[in-house]
């Protein structure tokens, strides 16, 4: 598979999706660039905005496994990563997968488990494995976790420790709908549900081969400079508690190069990163506690260091890359 092709293999999943999501193509987007980076996505707002349905979308379009996780405080790990159970007839035990073996996998409303419980998606999430009595067992390929959060209400729930949002590449917020967007969607489900007619356009071989090589997309020395200084700028930052830390700068690297990729470009652009750093930066920083208040403060402060970070000119961009 080529540059070119990883293109075509994106405008073909957002066609797809977009038979049963109306509008949020950017969102889209971001959940292929975090398929091609092989990360994960938080995604926070308020239900009924069509983060469940999205997700099984992509899912379809991909031919991948779905599996779906209602956080609750009484859930354990072994909900989650699954059981050794002894069967009387065979005399042994048997291992009995738990929904984390799928391809796809939305944990709703994350933050209402218990810390041991979100604890347990750490190693999945970084290391695509699980360990169960002793035994490492592989999770498939892809692994997308798709978490989503209620930022209105908080009354029973946990918030995610840093250590945690760290792990997601993105922090997205669907958004209501527009007017148009709003008839549109009530048009579209009058009569039944379009999911259930949405077939697979891509397979996931496809999806491992452009995983593979969208890492050869070229980035300057400039534009890499340009990055790193965005990253520390967080740490310096007056209305920032803790900044950024060095998995970001990959991070925002790795989101830059498959922007590029599904673009159909074979190098970064300084657009590329001003895109993608607010939504790979804003939930890595802890904001100090006035700042706190503020539901959006975040994304504030990365957009105040894209308008004070001078961004290098693109003339040697492809030379030097």
Do not use: W
Request: charged share 20%; glycine share 4%; proline share 6%.
């Amino acid at each position: 598979m080529s540059l070119g092709k990883i293109a075509h293999a994106a405008d073909r999943i957002r066609s797809n999706v977009s038979k049963v999501i109306v509008g949020k193509e950017d969102i889209v987007d971001k959940l292929i660039i975090a398929i091609l980076t092989s990360g994960h996505v938080l995604l926070e707002d308020v239900p009924g905005t069509g983060k469940t349905l999205l997700a099984k979308a992509l899912a379809k379009s991909i031919d991948g496994e779905f599996k779906r996780i209602q956080f609750t405080p009484d859930l354990l790990p072994s909900d989650l990563t699954g059981i050794h159970f002894y069967n009387q007839k065979l005399s042994e035990f048997e291992f009995r997968p738990g929904p984390l073996f799928a391809n796809i996998v939305l944990a709703d409303e994350i933050n209402r488990a218990t810390p041991r419980t979100q604890s347990s998606l750490l190693e999945s999430m970084e290391e695509r494995q699980v360990s169960i009595d002793g035994t490492t067992h592989q999770l498939g390929k892809p692994f997308l976790v798709i978490a989503t959060q209620n930022p209105i209400e908080q009354q029973g729930t946990f918030p995610l420790p840093e250590a945690q949002l760290d792990r997601f590449l993105f922090k997205l917020k669907m958004g209501y709908p527009t007017n148009e967007e709003g008839i549109a969607i009530m048009k579209r489900f009058m009569a039944n549900s379009p999911l259930e007619q949405l077939e697979p356009i891509i397979g996931v071989s496809e999806l491992e081969e452009a995983k593979a090589i969208y890492t050869s997309v070229a980035v300057s020395e400039e534009l890499l400079s340009y990055m790193l200084a965005i990253v520390e700028a967080t740490r310096v930052h007056p209305d920032a508690a803790l900044g950024a830390s060095p998995r970001s700068s990959q991070a925002l690297l790795r989101a830059c190069q498959a922007k590029a990729a599904i673009a159909g470009r074979q190098f970064v652009l300084p657009d590329d990163v001003k895109a993608m750093a607010v939504p790979v930066l804003a939930h890595r920083i802890a904001l100090r506690s006035v700042q706190r208040m503020r539901a959006d403060a975040a994304e504030h402060v990365i957009q105040a260091i894209l308008a004070a970070v001078p961004v290098p000119a693109d003339a040697p961009l492809v030379s030097r890359s």
